[in-house]
């Protein structure tokens, strides 16, 4: 057994980035295009840089995005504790990694 950090207490900042692409977004999504979720005071999220994002896309990052801010934990984090989502749109397929903010990125 590997004791881990507590993150539960803490509050994170959020990347999400676009990592891939199968076929043109309709939305006119690229692999690279980045927005970030900040915490605000109290409970609050707070999106930064979302213009012209795909709101599906947006929505499908919720779960991810929710427990990262929250210091919560999904299994299927990666090594650098990225998670992967993808868009509801089985044509075009974009993934993209929600991962907690390093304060050198901030």
């Known amino acids: 057994y590997e004791e881990k950090e507590n993150t539960m207490s803490k509050k994170y900042d959020v990347k999400i980035e676009v990592l891939s692409i199968a076929r043109p ?3 006119g999504m690229q692999v690279g295009d980045t ?4 915490r605000t005071d109290g409970l609050g999220l707070r999106f930064r840089g979302t ?13 991810a995005l929710s427990s990262l801010a ?5 299994p299927w984090e990666d090594e650098q504790g990225r998670a992967t989502s993808a868009c509801p749109d ?3 397929q974009v993934v993209i ?7 050198s990125e901030k």
């Open 25 to 27: 977004c309709g939305s």
């Open 35 to 38: 927005c970030y979720c900040e």
């Open 51 to 63: 213009d012209g994002w795909c709101p599906e896309l947006v929505h499908a990052a919720m779960p």
């Open 70 to 74: 929250f210091g919560g934990e999904l």
């Open 90 to 92: 089985p044509h075009c």
């Open 97 to 103: 990694g929600v991962s907690r903010l390093r304060e």
